[in-house]
């Protein structure tokens, strides 16, 4: 069964740092999205992307975040300075349809920020 | 502003019993998810709808569009039910943006 896959698992860095999540959607899809979830509080979502360019964006993604399409494969977020309070896990998800339909969820990201 | 609440938040059943988890939103949606997280924190999809009912082995899942609620219940339920059960709604008007309940935790005992 076709799968998204996150990496890595477990990321640690010092405050400051910048960070690339990565994440290889399901092969024919063509949405892309990022989630977090800072422990204990609910999943909130980040930012939708789609025909290589952002089509939606929470308050949350401000100009630390960005994300890219590099290759036909990945999906990265990147942040760009990182603080405390970004340690939250972070899900990658992808679907073959528009509107947020069918999503597949990636096992997700548990990034901490020192 | 779309707001998600679900009911109740914990839940602890015995093995065999017949669960309900309730999910209320407070504007138009065009879809409404309902999705399964692990204990090791991995998200699966398990329904989405718009309208009516879906089932799926034990799971089913109802949604009344006009009384902005939704249900999922699970008919027999069985220790490897135990889980974070969210739901989450999608925004009419063509968003792409999910907004999510804080889960209700499921513990089914043997």
């Known amino acids: 069964e076709p799968e998204v896959t996150q990496t890595p698992s477990h990321q640690v860095t010092q405050m400051g740092q910048e960070v690339i999540l990565r994440c290889v959607p399901i092969s024919n899809h063509l949405y892309f999205y990022w989630y977090r979830q800072i422990l204990g509080q609910k999943v909130e979502f980040l930012v939708s992307?789609?025909?290589?360019?952002?089509?939606?964006k929470s308050e949350i993604f401000d100009d630390q975040f960005s994300v890219e399409r590099p290759d036909g494969s990945n999906f990265t977020l990147k942040i760009r300075s990182t603080k405390l309070e970004d340690s939250a896990m972070y899900f990658c998800a992808s679907s073959g349809n528009s509107g947020g339909a069918g999503q597949f969820f990636g096992p997700g990201t548990r990034l901490t920020v020192l | 502003k779309n707001e998600v609440e679900q009911s109740p938040q914990n839940l602890t059943a015995q093995e065999g019993e017949f669960i309900t988890i309730n999910c209320s939103y407070s504007?138009?949606?065009?879809?409404l998810h309902w999705l399964q997280q692990h204990p090791g924190g991995g998200i699966v999809s398990l329904f989405m709808?718009?309208?009516g009912k879906k089932k799926h082995g034990r799971l089913i899942a109802t949604i009344n569009i006009q009384e902005k609620h939704s249900s999922l219940h699970i008919t027999a339920s069985h220790p490897r039910d135990s889980a974070v059960y969210i739901c989450?709604?999608?925004?009419?008007?063509?968003?792409?943006?999910?907004?999510f309940g804080k889960g209700t935790k499921l513990t089914v005992n043997p």
């Open positions: 992307f789609y025909n290589n360019e952002i089509s939606e």
């Open positions: 709808l718009s309208s």
């Open positions: 989450a709604a999608l925004t009419q008007g063509g968003s792409e943006k999910l907004v």
């Open positions: 504007v138009g949606i065009s879809a």
